[in-house]
């Protein structure tokens, strides 16, 4: 009974177990339960695999061999697409025509870094070690409740975070290599969100931006094509104008090569140059970059070299420097704001900023260097579009001021230029622009550069490349010494434009250095090939800014008149030359002496004139005896008819001091030295051990100092100094005395002329030298 | 007392001849229970229907199917929604390309993504626009009629399949995100609306493609609820065809229906990649195939079924639609 009981029992409740589970199972086909949840994907889990009287509709297989490889069956595309095929989620664009998606079912590239965590790696692969969707994908990842990146990934993908966790090698911006990401794009264009493009917060540019992981339109998960830089141009819609200009080398050079060796007809014209991945530094560049002093230059001068693609337009020598600061033109820059030290030449007008460079080569708000990219948009043809081509039809053919990629139209004031040039914009006021110099002169008028028109006038004397020679001169070099003489002669000659201004073969020297000579000086000097050296020599540019008529009024239109004749207040010099003759004293310190003496004209002979008809208030005093061009003798530079004299001193001084001369009152009674007797001068005086005597002044034929020579005016009197004893003349005509009378020395005891004439030679001399002072002193009879 | 030693005496040598006889035929026993136990547990025979395959449509070189989700019939039309290419694309009985409808697009007569499609008596075209969340209609030569749209309270539904009901003059519509079905008049008035997020009965979890029963009920694919719901027409009386499993019967990932003209109810599964037909009174009769194995259709979608018990197939992974001849359904399940 007990037996029969509990057996009776046991299948009672064995029964209703049954019951009860059979119970559960039908209503677990009919809620939600974690097992449900689970086999959703899971679908191997499933019991019904696992009995053994009903045959399943799919074989029990939970770790199948797919494309992909051999692994977990809830991570195999059949599974994903059963739910995503639209009628759940609408994920069919991944599987539209069989477009481009992350691979699947390779290995990873050595370049990719899976990190690891807890020693696992982040991102699994499958059990071939190959990419499979559960690599990044995972129904138990990221928070469903974070709205911010996808659900069912293995981690949060914001501003494409995830992305980067492997492709690590593609991260650091253009530092390097690599396009920017996490750049604030403003509003994104629309064509790209159509394309499938993601941006970040405030639309931030993301990996997602260029490339779809899944069904993208192109080649790398690209959302659109790029073989004609499609998706390049479609942000950088401002570069879109390069199609139509000879740097589309889709066109133009349809053969040339990337540094990934992919040809320009199969990128487009954006990748030739640029690429976003493994780029050789600024500017993505996709080209090899030559080893140059000014990295912003280097992308440039990779193509325009003797040997580039671009060899017809190679810059060499004698081209516009780069790599200078703009802040040696007197112009901050700050931002998009430029402001001049010389805006009151603007006339009003605004200075365009333009773009500057660091040391890097890379694009700088604030200050920085002058380089290619700061005239030149290589995007663009023309400034102002207006010359554009049509669509793929190639500018051809040479550019000139109104295009060849600058960034201002040069126009006839050369606008380009003078945005920098500031300084130099008065250069049009003056004969220097040839609209003036040349007017009335048609057959001059053919010299210039027959293009001025286009590429402005600046371009009559500079060409921005592969200049003549120094300051990027656009004409043959003329005669001359100094780099800067050269450069000038080649008008200033008597076949050349300015003809009617030759320096004659009587000028200033050039190239006297005056540091050597213990002179100091305000003025600039010049090395030999013509650039501003402080340890050159004198050359034209030192006294004449070439760019300005009127040093002292910059805006003065009294040189812009055709044939005006200047004076001493303007014809290009950079001090005026007044009653001061200030510009001369720049140099000529110690001739300042000569002020308020008898040979300050001002003060003997005011009404007196020079060869070049300037008057004593115009020229100032130096003027008077010496003048810089077309002089009548080299040494002294002599600005006076001379007079009758055994050497060419004594010719000098008697071209006043004769019957008919200004200095007709003091004409000495004796004035000639023997010219049998030669002397000394001091460094041989001293070499031979004469310590006593000061050195003498001798001179040879011509007038010039002599080591060896005769003894004439000036070894006696030193025409600038009334006395030595005072830095100033006395202001009036007054009769001298041994003390005085421009006399180097005051007695003759420590003269030369003792060595001959004994100590009293001087006073002697005195006595004999001339009527009045023999009056005045007379010998006892 | 007596009489009860005896009997006990009597039960142990009993027991005794028992237990002897039972380790002598032991074994037999166990060999006989092993071979029972294999005719009662050994695995059923999957019953299939035989089918025979006709023909594929799988576009013209111009214009290929891509991702082909529902199919609508008409006497001289097979109409297929090509829902990769974002189009329509209209055939022959026999497969010939008549032309398309759409390109992708906002505008009207454009689409994206369409998922579901239908036909009136008329010949009227109405097509679920699902990322346009609209119903478009187009006469019978693909000329755009109208359109309505289908955002309820600013939420947009992305409708998947269109059932013209023409004895009610309405046009029932499926919702993705708000797991209902919609009854519009023909206007685009809603009149009826039922369902929502849920697994009991009249509830859905992405309900998908709908047929029409004979008796005038509709019948519902609930994806995740791996079943198909019958309603009446004001969307009363759910009845549930089908359960989730992966055994004869089970649906798994259930995404087509369509219904004969005896009420028979077929079902695709687009991961199982078969197709089971069901009684209109829920019971499993059968897979289509042959000799218990079931035909296997790449990612199986919409389905349609013509008078001429033709059933045709949206395989969307295939980017075709295949036509099969299906012999006479009834009741007693296996061919």
């Not at chain 1, 690599?178 to 750049?183: A, G, L, Q, S």
């Not at chain 2, 033709?310 to 395989?315: I, N, P, Q, S």
Request: glycine fraction near 10%.
């Amino acid at each position: 009974m007990n037996t029969l009981s509990i057996k009776a029992a046991v299948m009672l409740i064995s029964g209703a177990i049954l019951f009860l589970i059979s119970l559960t199972h039908a209503h677990a086909a009919r809620s939600m339960s974690a097992n449900r949840e689970c086999a959703t994907c899971h679908i191997m889990w499933l019991k019904d695999f696992k009995q053994k009287n009903q045959q399943p509709l799919i074989p029990y297989d939970p770790r199948p061999v797919v494309n992909t490889g051999k692994q977990d069956v809830a991570s195999t595309e059949d599974i994903c697409f059963s739910c995503h095929d639209g009628f759940v989620l609408d994920s069919r664009f991944m599987w539209q025509n069989g477009k481009y998606s992350h691979p699947v079912g390779q290995k990873p590239s050595n370049g990719i870094k899976i990190p690891l965590v807890e020693g696992k790696q982040l991102f699994p692969l499958n059990d071939e070690g190959k990419v499979y969707c559960g690599t990044c994908h995972s129904a138990h990842g990221v928070d469903w409740d974070q709205g911010q990146s996808p659900v069912f990934l293995r981690m949060k993908n914001v501003g494409s975070s995830m992305c980067m966790t492997c492709h690590q090698e593609r991260t650091g911006g253009p530092k390097h290599g690599n396009h920017p990401v996490d750049k604030h794009l403003g509003k994104p264009p629309r064509e790209l969100f159509k394309a499938g493009s993601k941006f970040g917060k405030d639309g931030r540019v993301v990996c997602e931006s260029c490339h779809r992981p899944h069904a993208a339109a192109a080649k790398k998960q690209l959302v659109m094509k790029n073989n004609q830089s499609n998706l390049c141009r479609t942000c950088h819609a401002d570069k879109r104008t390069i199609n139509s200009t000879k740097h589309n080398m889709a066109v133009s050079r349809p053969d040339a090569v990337n540094v990934k060796g992919n040809k320009a007809d199969e990128t487009g014209p954006c990748s030739v140059c640029h690429i976003p991945h493994e780029a050789k530094g600024a500017a993505l560049w996709a080209r090899e970059k030559p080893n140059t002093a000014d990295p912003a230059a280097a992308p440039c001068l990779g193509c325009h070299n003797k040997n580039g693609l671009a060899k017809k337009k190679a810059i060499e020598n004698h081209s516009h420097p780069t790599q200078v600061a703009v802040t040696k033109l007197g112009i901050t820059a700050e931002g998009d704001k430029w402001q001049t030290k010389h805006k009151t030449l603007l006339s009003g007008q605004e200075q365009i900023p333009l773009p500057l460079y660091n040391d890097s080569g890379q694009r700088v708000k604030q200050g920085g260097n002058v380089s290619c990219g700061t005239c030149h948009d290589p995007h663009v043809w023309t400034p102002d579009h207006k010359k554009l081509p049509m669509e793929n039809e190639i500018a051809d053919g040479d550019g000139d001021g109104e295009s060849s990629f600058l960034r201002i139209a040069q126009g006839e004031q050369s606008n380009l230029c003078i945005n920098c040039h500031v300084d130099k914009k008065t250069v049009f006021l003056s004969k220097h622009n040839p609209a003036i110099g040349l007017a009335g002169k048609p057959g001059q008028k053919k010299k210039t550069v027959e293009k001025t028109g286009q590429d402005g006038l600046c371009a009559n004397c500079h060409l921005a490349h592969n200049g003549k020679g120094a300051y990027m001169h656009a004409r043959a070099a003329g005669p001359g010494q100094g780099g800067v003489e050269k450069i000038c002669r080649a008008c200033h000659q008597s076949t050349g434009m300015a003809s009617d201004k030759t320096i004659g073969s009587h000028s200033h020297p050039i190239g006297l250095n005056l540091t050597r000579l213990g002179e100091k000086t305000t003025l600039p000097m010049f090395n030999a090939e013509g650039r501003r050296d402080k340890h050159g020599g004198v050359d034209c540019a030192s006294c004449h800014d070439v760019h300005q008529w009127q040093a002292d009024n910059p805006l003065s239109t009294s040189g812009a008149k055709p044939g005006v004749e200047g004076n001493g207040q303007n014809s290009f010099l950079r001090v005026v030359l007044d009653k001061q003759s200030r510009l001369c004293l720049e140099c000529h310190q110690q001739q300042k002496s000569v002020f308020r003496t008898e040979h300050d004209l001002n003060v003997t002979a005011p009404t007196a004139r020079n060869i070049h008809n300037q008057s004593p208030a115009e020229a100032g005093p130096c003027m008077q005896c010496h003048v810089v061009h077309n002089a009548k003798s080299s040494p002294a530079l002599w600005a006076r008819e001379p007079g009758q004299g055994q050497d060419l001193k004594e010719q000098l001084c008697l071209g006043c001091h004769q019957n008919k001369g200004l200095a007709k009152a003091k004409i000495p009674v004796s004035t000639r030295h023997p010219q049998q007797v030669l002397a000394w001068a001091g460094d041989l005086r001293r070499y031979l051990g004469a310590k006593l005597f000061p050195e003498i002044n001798v001179y040879d034929s011509q007038g010039r100092h002599a080591s060896l020579g005769v003894i004439t005016c000036t070894s006696c009197h030193d025409p600038h100094r009334w006395s030595k004893q005072h830095n100033q003349g006395p202001g009036q005509n007054t009769e001298g005395t041994v003390l005085t009378s421009f006399l180097r020395n005051q007695n003759s005891e420590n003269i030369v002329c003792a060595d001959c004439h004994g100590r009293d030679a001087l006073f002697r001399y005195k006595y004999f030298h001339g009527k009045t002072s023999r009056r005045r002193y007379p010998l006892a009879e | 007392m007596d009489g009860g030693n005896k009997d006990d005496s009597m039960t142990r040598l009993s027991a005794g001849c028992i237990s002897r006889f039972y380790f002598l035929l032991r074994p037999f026993i166990s060999l006989i229970l092993l071979l029972s136990g294999m005719s009662l547990f050994a695995a059923e025979k999957i019953p299939t229907h035989a089918i025979r395959h006709l023909f594929d449509i799988k576009g013209t070189t111009a214009t290929p199917l891509n991702l082909p989700t529902d199919i609508a019939l008409t006497n001289d039309r097979i109409i297929i929604v090509d829902s990769g290419n974002h189009r329509v694309q209209v055939f022959d009985p026999d497969g010939g390309h008549r032309f398309s409808i759409g390109r992708e697009g906002i505008d009207k007569g454009t689409f994206r993504g369409p998922t579901g499609v239908d036909t009136d008596s008329s010949g009227r075209i109405y097509v679920a626009d699902s990322g346009n969340n609209r119903i478009q209609i187009f006469d019978a030569e693909g000329k755009f009629l109208t359109a309505f749209d289908v955002t309820r309270k600013d939420q947009l539904i992305r409708p998947i399949d269109v059932l013209v009901h023409e004895p009610q003059r309405r046009v029932y519509v499926s919702g993705n995100t708000n797991h209902r079905i919609m009854g519009f008049s023909i206007g685009g008035y809603l009149q009826v609306d039922w369902g929502g997020d849920g697994v009991e009965p009249g509830a859905f979890r992405y309900p998908a493609t709908m047929a029409l029963m004979p008796d005038k009920r509709l019948a519902v694919v609930d994806v995740l609820n791996s079943r198909v719901q019958l309603f009446s027409p004001a969307g009363e009386n759910p009845f549930a065809v089908g359960e989730w499993g992966v055994l004869p019967g089970q649906l798994f990932r259930p995404k087509g229906v369509a219904v004969n003209d005896q009420g028979f109810i077929l079902v695709s599964d687009s991961y199982m990649g078969v197709v089971q037909v069901f009684t209109d009174e829920g019971k499993f009769i059968t897979v289509l195939g042959k000799d218990g194995k079931p035909q296997k259709f790449r990612t199986p979608a919409g389905l349609a079924m013509d008078k001429k018990q033709r059933l045709f197939v949206a395989e969307m992974r295939a980017n075709k639609v295949s036509v099969w001849q299906v012999s006479p359904l009834n009741k007693a399940g296996a061919e």
